[in-house]
């Protein structure tokens, strides 16, 4: 059975990708091709496979393989079955953006805005490419430029991934200095996705900076009471326990912490008394 690290983990790289990836970067190269489309688009380009090129027959498959390897954390073999999808059809938009993600896990920035920029030419307008270009972005703080890549995502009244993109959205106002525009967007997104761990986490730690304890510890009592409570909720509840001078409820999740996680970094800065790092 998967632990409650590794299940968070898992969701984390659902979320943060809308339909594909993660730095978290999980690379779904099918899944984004109607990320972004309309009804009306998606049934005009939907492809069977009667009528589906050879060409991009083979360069499907090959980037399912991708995408196996790229799961795996197999990055280098992920990139090699991404040159041969692309050899065999150089027009695939989705093998651009799980190019664009392998590199964006090998920090080559320049290489993964090359790859996302030519899938969005193929694909203008596509929610899920926008979204990948846009975190793409966050993670060189080119903060203003990032955000106009969610709201272009966000504008788009057939997008289903919305709650990610919002989520992301948030994290890199938080990024910018931008808490209560960050507290905006992440209220947004657990109302589409209360369930989701990241997003509940991130605004509990955003609440606890401004000070709003009772709805910090609102969002981070819920997943400490959940399946997907790990060393840093727990740390983050302990924090935000103490400051509301509730000392049962923070010796509790210490217990928690020191028990399941005893070799984790929070408990060490429990150990410290770090409290304010």
Same mark, same amino acid.
């Given at each position: ?8 983990q898992?969701?984390?790289?659902? %979320?943060?990708m ?9 690379g ?8 972004? *489309?309309?009804? @009306?688009e =998606?049934?005009?380009?939907?492809v069977? !496979?009667?009528?589906?090129?050879? $060409? ?18 197999? %990055?280098?073999?992920? /990139? ?6 692309? $050899? ?6 989705? $093998? ?14 320049a290489?993964a ?13 596509? &929610? @899920? /490419? /926008? ?25 788009n !009244? ?6 990610? %993109?919002?989520? *992301? ?25 209360? *369930?989701? !761990? ?5 605004? #509990? ?8 304890? #009772?709805?910090?510890?609102f ?6 009471? =959940?399946?997907y *409570?790990?060393?840093? &909720? ?15 409820? =923070?010796?509790?999740?210490?217990d ?5 996680? !005893?070799?984790s ?13």
């Amino acid at each position: 059975m998967v632990g409650s690290i590794g299940r968070w983990q898992q969701y984390c790289r659902w %979320t943060l990708m809308a339909c594909g990836a993660l730095a978290f970067f999980l690379g779904l190269g099918g899944c984004a091709a109607n990320g972004g *489309a309309s009804a @009306s688009e =998606s049934t005009a380009d939907l492809v069977t !496979p009667s009528d589906e090129p050879d $060409a991009r027959r083979r360069a499907r498959i090959r980037l399912e393989l991708a995408s196996n390897y790229f799961e795996m954390g197999q %990055t280098a073999v992920a /990139l090699d079955e991404v040159k041969q999808s692309l $050899a065999a059809d150089s027009s695939y938009a989705d $093998a651009y953006n799980l190019r664009g993600l392998i590199y964006l896990r090998l920090n080559d920035f320049a290489q993964a805005e090359e790859s996302f920029r030519r899938a969005q030419a193929l694909r203008p307008g596509d &929610s @899920s /490419l /926008l979204h990948n270009f846009g975190w793409l972005l966050c993670q060189q703080k080119k903060y203003v430029e990032a955000d106009q890549q969610f709201l272009r995502a966000l504008t788009n !009244p057939g997008y289903v991934a919305r709650s990610k %993109t919002l989520m *992301a959205r948030g994290l890199c106002q938080v990024g910018a200095g931008q808490y209560a525009e960050a507290e905006q967007s992440l209220i947004k997104a657990y109302e589409l996705d209360a *369930a989701n !761990p990241v997003v509940g986490y991130h605004l #509990s730690a955003l609440l606890l900076r401004r000070n709003e304890l #009772s709805r910090a510890q609102f969002y981070i009592r819920r997943i400490n009471n =959940s399946e997907y *409570a790990n060393s840093e &909720s727990l740390w983050l509840g302990i924090k935000v326990e103490r400051a509301l001078g509730d000392i049962v409820a =923070s010796r509790q999740l210490a217990d928690q912490l020191r028990k399941r996680f !005893p070799d984790s970094r929070e408990w060490g800065a429990f150990e410290r008394g770090a409290f304010n790092e």
